[in-house]
Every structure is written in C-alpha cells, then in structure tokens.
C-alpha cells in the first residue's frame, strides 16, 4: 500500500512538471493534430474503407506519438540529475518505474482521444459507435503503450543511438498491440456486437498485465545509474 | 567446463551435425518420398521446421542465460547470451528466408500477415536490438545488463509465437509431428525431418560452444589487458 503511495506521489510529482513546462505535452499535441491533417488530406477518402484506415491511423497516430514523447520521460530529470536524487530516496525501484508510467499513461490517453477525435472529425465519421466502447479498448491499449514507452524510454536515454534505439525496440512488441487495438476499434467503428470485440480486448488486457509486471521486476535493472 | 573443452566438445559436435546436415539432404534429395498436394518444393520443409526449431532453442536459451545474468551476474551467463543470440539470429534467418520460398507455392505468396509469420519476424527483431543496445552502451556492463533486459522482455513473445497457431485463424500448418495421438507424418519423412532436426540443433550446440569460448577468451583478454595497463582488476 505505502509502495502504491509512492508510485502515486512519483506521478504527481511528474505530471505536475509536465504541466508547467509544457513541452512535452505540446508537441505531442502538435503531432498528433498536424498528423491527423495530413492524415485526411493526403489519403483519397473516396476509394477507401474509412471505417477500418481510422481504426488504423488512430492507433499508428498513437504509437508514434509514444515513441516521440512518452520515451522521454526520464529526459527532464536525467538532464537536471535530479533522477539521481529519486533513486537515493527509500522507494523502491518498481514503485518508481509504476510512478512514471502512471504519468506517462496520462499522456498517452490524453493524446490518444485527441487522436481518435481529430482522424474522426477531419474524416467525417459521425456515427463513431458506443464512446464506452471505445474507452474500454483504449483502456488497456493505452496501458500497453505507456509501459513498453517508459520502460524502453530508460533503456534508449543511455544508449549512443538515442531516439533511433526507441522505435527498434519497442516496435517489434507494440504491433501486436497496434494490430488487436485497430482491429477492436474498427469493428465498434463499423458497430459490430460487443462478442467481436471482447476477443482483442482480452488479449490487450493480457499484454497491459503482463508488460506491467515484467516493467516492474526488470525496471531496477536498467534504473540504476 | 574450461575452454579447451568446450572448445573441442564445440568442433565434435558441429561437426558431427555437418554430416548429419549432409546426409538429411541426401535423403531430402534422393530418399524421402514426395508429398501428394504440394510435390516437390514441400522438401523446403526438412530444411525450415529445423531452422525454427533451432532458432526458438536459441532464443529461449537467451532468455535463460539474461535471467541468469541479471540474478547472479555472472559474465558467464552473459557470454553464453550472446553465443545463443548470434546462432538464433542466424538460424532465424534461415527460417524466415525457406519459409517464403515455400509460401510462394504453397500459398500463392512470399509473405502474407498471418500471426506466426508476423510473431516471428518481429521476435527476430527484438534479438537484433538485443546487439543494438549492447554496442551502443559507453559502459560495457550497462550494455550487457540493458541487453540482457531486452532479451528477456522479448522473449514473452516466444509462448505467443507458439499459441498463435491454434489461437487464431492462421495459414500455418497444425502440429504434425508432436501430437497427443502421436505422429502422422510418413515414416520416411519423419526420418528425414528427425535426421535434419538432429543435425540443425547439434551444429546450433557445437557453434553455440565455439562461440561461448571465444567470447569467454576475449573478455579474459580484455581482462589481463586492463589490469596489466591500470594494476587494479576491472
């Protein structure tokens, strides 16, 4: 419970930095919009299934995003080497790394509504189906992605490749993410029976569980200066 | 095991796979019988179902030895990681070069975006950034720490990669040979195909016990090296 605390504290702490500088937030903002855009402008809507390429421009909008601003989570800290000072105080390391998640995962969702809205405005979908729907599949789709994002994000902030590093890391186990989740959007998309959709849910439910515990254990590996 | 002997328990036994390599495509070539609805490129199958199996033992062995690296930390078990990452990626190659030749004819196509096909090349993937974060970690020991995190992380997708075919709707084949009814496969064609397994994974375990020694050597050099410049222990 004191762990949970923590973890809460750690995320806080985050997002209240982030809303004062901003920085990162904006230019998540910023791709997620301008892509959007270009998204809806370069693709010609006439010829296309638009029900099943939004299911899929959400989800890839989404996971680029990640990889441009939730794998910067440690940069602030890092930089300032004020990250030093949170691995001397008496958390442990998979509170912490739970901590930052929960930020980030805030961000992620944030970003991926923002998402989700603007390819469906700028597409001219009026009917979306059921919001609650939609929520239920972003839900774990979303934990997926923060985790994977932070626990790499760590990972890539040491390496000389930097940013290059990110994507060929965590690519290679967010497709199956990106792949259930666009699947599960699509199908409220088109108003499929909830019975079609449980199916990729479970499995993002699976890969959010699973990803979180093994950030936690494995995060004190790669957490240590 | 001291390196001399593994050294030599290396050349043994891939030698010892070489020849039975060899004689599997003897049979595969002039022995085992051809297969009645895909004829004669199904022989593609004694090559790849091998590479796959061989490319699995590889990275399960990975992942074994980082879970032992970041529990014990032993330099041992990191080297062992390594020697297995480098067979895996090259077995791995092997299966995801066969497998499309056989696809073509099989199904029509080089590739097509079915979960195990899909799963596998991305497991792939995954180990070649297992190389990537360790070359490109200033400290060493961080890289192979990180590296041994990544190995193990990714191999959650091995499991997967083996449920995906019963799981969901996939081109892939069922199971012929490991079945709770047993076998039904040919009996020639399952020689031929435990032939080609034999002879894949004992090269695998013989290249794997070569490369573990060299790696082994290296790091006791670079060792000696360090302490002969600084007179501290690295």
Same mark, same amino acid.
């Given at each position: 419970?004191?762990?949970?605390?923590?973890?809460?504290?750690?995320?806080?702490?985050? $997002?209240? !930095?982030?809303?004062?500088?901003?920085?990162? !937030?904006?230019?998540?903002?910023?791709?997620?919009?301008?892509?959007?855009? @270009?998204?809806?402008?370069?693709?010609? $809507?006439?010829? $296309?299934?638009?029900?099943?390429?939004?299911?899929?421009?959400?989800?890839?909008?989404?996971?680029?995003?990640?990889?441009?601003?939730?794998?910067?989570?440690?940069?602030?800290?890092?930089?300032?080497?004020?990250?030093?000072?949170? @691995? $001397?105080?008496?958390?442990s390391r998979g509170?912490?790394f739970?901590?930052?998640?929960?930020?980030?995962?805030?961000?992620?969702?944030?970003?991926?509504?923002?998402?989700?809205?603007?390819?469906?405005?700028?597409?001219?979908?009026?009917?979306?189906?059921?919001?609650?729907?939609?929520?239920?599949?972003?839900?774990?789709?979303?934990?997926?992605?923060?985790?994977?994002?932070?626990f790499?994000?760590r990972v890539?902030?040491?390496?000389?490749?930097?940013?290059? @590093? !990110?994507?060929?890391?965590?690519?290679?186990?967010?497709?199956?993410?990106?792949?259930?989740?666009?699947?599960?959007?699509?199908?409220?998309?088109?108003?499929?029976?909830?019975?079609?959709?449980?199916?990729?849910?479970?499995?993002?439910?699976?890969?959010?569980?699973g990803?979180?515990v093994a950030g936690t254990v494995l995060f004190r590996h790669v957490a240590d200066? | 095991?001291? %390196?001399?002997? &593994?050294?030599?328990?290396?050349?043994?036994?891939?030698?010892?796979?070489?020849?039975? #390599?060899?004689?599997?495509?003897?049979?595969?070539?002039?022995?085992?019988?051809?297969? =009645?609805?895909?004829?004669?490129?199904?022989? #593609?199958?004694? #090559?790849?179902?091998?590479?796959?199996?061989?490319?699995?033992?590889?990275f399960g062995l990975v992942a074994l030895a980082s879970l032992a690296y970041l529990w014990l930390g032993d330099d041992r078990a990191d080297a062992a990681a390594v020697a297995a990452a480098?067979?895996?990626?090259?077995?791995?190659? #092997?299966?995801?070069?066969?497998?499309?030749?056989?696809?073509?004819? =099989?199904?029509?196509?080089?590739?097509?975006?079915?979960?195990?096909?899909?799963?596998?090349?991305?497991?792939?993937?995954?180990?070649?950034?297992y190389?990537?974060v360790r070359?490109?970690?200033?400290?060493p020991r961080k890289g192979r720490r990180f590296a041994a995190v990544v190995a193990v992380f990714g191999s959650l997708?091995i499991?997967?990669?083996?449920?995906?075919?019963?799981?969901?709707?996939?081109?892939?084949?069922? &199971?012929?040979?490991?079945?709770?009814?047993?076998?039904?496969?040919?009996?020639?064609?399952?020689?031929?195909?435990?032939?080609?397994?034999?002879?894949?994974? %004992?090269?695998?375990?013989?290249?794997?016990?070569?490369?573990y020694?060299?790696e082994h050597?290296?790091r006791?050099?670079?060792?000696?090296?360090?302490?002969?410049?600084?007179?501290?222990?690295?």
């Open positions: 419970m004191r762990e949970l605390r923590w973890g809460c504290m750690i995320a806080l702490k985050d $997002l209240r !930095l982030e809303l004062r500088s901003g920085s990162r !937030l904006l230019a998540m903002i910023a791709f997620v919009v301008l892509s959007a855009l @270009l998204f809806s402008v370069s693709l010609n $809507l006439a010829h $296309l299934e638009v029900r099943g390429l939004v299911a899929g421009l959400v989800w890839l909008t989404t996971l680029f995003a990640v990889t441009a601003g939730a794998g910067r989570a440690f940069d602030t800290e890092e930089n300032d080497g004020a990250f030093r000072h949170v @691995l $001397l105080t008496p958390v509170a912490i739970l901590g930052k998640t929960a930020a980030n995962w805030v961000l992620v969702w944030f970003v991926t509504m923002l998402a989700f809205f603007a390819l469906t405005t700028f597409m001219e979908i009026r009917s979306p189906g059921p919001l609650a729907w939609h929520g239920a599949v972003f839900l774990p789709g979303t934990i997926g992605l923060a985790v994977t994002g932070t790499f994000g890539s902030n040491h390496s000389t490749l930097g940013d290059t @590093l !990110l994507p060929v890391l965590t690519f290679p186990l967010l497709v199956p993410v990106v792949f259930f989740g666009a699947t599960a959007t699509s199908r409220i998309l088109l108003e499929r029976p909830w019975l079609e959709i449980s199916g990729p849910v479970r499995f993002l439910w699976a890969f959010a569980v990803s979180a200066e | 095991m001291n %390196l001399r002997k &593994a050294r030599v328990a290396g050349l043994l036994l891939a030698s010892v796979g070489v020849v039975a #390599i060899l004689v599997a495509h003897w049979m595969v070539v002039f022995w085992v019988p051809t297969e =009645a609805s895909m004829g004669v490129v199904q022989r #593609i199958f004694y #090559i790849h179902v091998p590479a796959a199996w061989t490319t699995f033992l590889a480098e067979g895996g990626l090259v077995f791995g190659a #092997i299966m995801l070069t066969s497998g499309p030749l056989w696809a073509r004819v =099989a199904w029509g196509t080089y590739w097509t975006w079915e979960p195990r096909l899909t799963l596998t090349l991305l497991l792939w993937f995954t180990y070649l950034g190389f990537l070359g490109s970690m200033a400290d997708n499991p997967l990669i083996h449920v995906s075919v019963s799981w969901f709707r996939s081109l892939h084949p069922e &199971a012929v040979v490991i079945k709770p009814e047993g076998p039904t496969l040919h009996p020639d064609m399952l020689a031929t195909l435990l032939t080609s397994l034999g002879g894949f994974t %004992l090269l695998f375990l013989g290249l794997f016990s070569l490369r020694s060299v050597a290296s006791r050099l670079q060792a000696a090296r360090f302490r002969e410049s600084t007179g501290v222990s690295p």
